[in-house]
Structures are given as structure tokens and as C-alpha cells.
């Protein structure tokens, strides 16, 4: 009965900006990795930026510099701050909650959210 809620998804600009978030309870969020997925149709689904439990990120190359992945602890949030979006940047956003942050940046987290569409037009 776990559940992960997703929101901050729109559409944007290129060259905008929009900040989604992943919220969980206390108890989960504290003890555990998170990540954030993007899936386009017709393409694999690919990691954008993860963060462990000790709050260490990894991002993905497409988005070094331009995207920031930080938790809020006090809203139980993971947040992920999207600036100089491009519109290769359009997809479905997920998130994946698990014990390990190796787990986390294959994407195999046990708990996935139900995700947030993105669109960036050019």
C-alpha cells in the first residue's frame, strides 16, 4: 500500500523552467534512495538524476547542469528542479523509491509513482 505521488508536470517553452515532486510517508523517505525516470513513446525509459538516502546525485549527461534533484524532508518530497528545458526534454516523469541507490540508478526501486507528463515545445 505504498504510494508515491507525482506533480509539477506541464507544458513549457524551451528555455523554461518547471520543478516536479515525488511525496511519500515519513517513515519510507527517510530510510531510502529516490530517482526520477523519463520515458518518450517509441524510446527506452532512461534515468534523469537520482539522490540516496546520505543525499549523494548522480544525473544523467543530457542533463548536467541544467537539472537539480534535492529532498525537502519537512514535505517528505523529493524534488527536481528542470531549468533550459529542451524539447528532447518531453516525456513521462516517474519516480522509483528503493532500498539502495545502486538499486534506484538501474531502476529497480520496488515502488514506482504513476507519473507526470512533461512537454517542452520548441
Known amino acids: 500500500q505504498v504510494q508515491l505521488v507525482e506533480s509539477g508536470g506541464g507544458l513549457v517553452p524551451a528555455g523554461g523552467s518547471l520543478r516536479l515532486s515525488c511525496s511519500t510517508s515519513?517513515?519510507?523517505?527517510?530510510?531510502?534512495?529516490m530517482g526520477w525516470f523519463r520515458q518518450a513513446p517509441g524510446k527506452q525509459r532512461e534515468l534523469v538524476a537520482a539522490?540516496?538516502?546520505?543525499?549523494?546525485?548522480h544525473y544523467a549527461d543530457s542533463v548536467m547542469g541544467r537539472f537539480t534533484i534535492s529532498r525537502d524532508g519537512a514535505q517528505n518530497t523529493v524534488n527536481l528542479q528542470m531549468n533550459s528545458l529542451k524539447p528532447e526534454d518531453t516525456g513521462i516523469y516517474y519516480c522509483?523509491?528503493?532500498?539502495?541507490?545502486?538499486?534506484?540508478?538501474?531502476?529497480?526501486?520496488?515502488?514506482w509513482g504513476q507519473g507526470t507528463q512533461v512537454t517542452v515545445s520548441s
Open positions: 539522490i540516496s538516502s546520505g543525499d549523494t546525485t
Open positions: 515519513d517513515n519510507i523517505f527517510r530510510s531510502n534512495s
Open positions: 522509483n523509491l528503493g532500498r539502495t541507490f545502486v538499486g534506484v540508478l538501474t531502476g529497480r526501486g520496488r515502488y
